[in-house]
């Protein structure tokens, strides 16, 4: 059974930084992509961030946010910094189905809340 548990969230300023972890147990972490996304109150989920198993990336906070994984640690990261208010949202980590961060992700954590305050 996968399992994905991400910490890190938590109430910051605007302009501040955050890094959001996710541990992920259960397959082999090294095989698969993984992704970042969040959920604004009232929005729909968005994507953020994602990571493929050499370590590309593609996100979608050009110049703020970085994605970044620790195949030993099992453990991908979200590095935020320049935070405004509107990324104040659930942020959720992912798991994809393959090596390649390609279609929808099937596996998901439980959420982690950031606040940014003006």
């Known amino acids: 059974q996968v399992q994905l548990v991400e910490s890190g969230g938590g109430l910051v300023q605007a302009g501040g930084s955050l890094r959001l972890s996710c541990v992920a147990s259960?397959?082999?972490?090294?095989?698969?992509?993984m992704g970042w996304f969040r959920q604004a109150p009232g929005k729909e989920r968005e994507f953020v961030a994602a990571?493929?198993?050499?370590?590309s990336s593609t996100d979608s906070v050009k110049g703020r946010f970085a994605i970044s994984r620790d195949n030993a640690k099992n453990t991908v990261y979200l590095q935020m910094s320049s935070l405004k208010p509107e990324d104040t949202a659930v942020y959720y980590c992912?798991?994809?189905?393959?090596?390649?961060?390609?279609?929808?992700?099937?596996?998901w954590g439980q959420g982690t809340q950031v606040t940014v305050s003006s």
């Open positions: 992912a798991q994809y189905p393959g090596v390649l961060n390609i279609g929808s992700p099937n596996y």
């Open positions: 259960g397959r082999t972490f090294s095989n698969y992509a």
């Open positions: 990571i493929n198993w050499r370590g």
